[in-house]
């Protein structure tokens, strides 16, 4: 067992503008290694400026978020997309290519659980649903 308590640091948050569409900050609460060779757990925070959003990627094992401030976008490559906001929830599976960030006019935050590794493909063009 692992606990680690929250709101006991002075780090600040990560500006992340690789693999992004512009500024997002990010602060990382946990990365520990799986049981399996699928790489790590990994659970961030990940706030959104108004119009940020990721490029497309996907997940070795899937990644769950956690809408806790905002609203904003998630996308599925050839399924389209759809509005998210505070208290949603979003289970992407293992492989699936999907996006997701703010509005243009609002912010977002989420805390992102991943599993296994991330790869990363090409800059979202279009974010109509």
Known sequence: MKIIHGGHTTAASVPWTEHFSGTAWMDLLLREPLSRPQGDVLVTTVSFAPGVRTHWHSHEAGQLLLVIAGQGWVG???HGTSIVRTGDVVWTPGAEEHWHGATETTT??????????????????????
């Open 76 to 78: 599925e490559r050839d």
């Open 108 to 129: 977002m935050t989420h805390i992102a659980i991943t599993l296994g590794t991330t790869q990363w493909y090409d800059e979202v063009l279009d974010v109509l649903p």
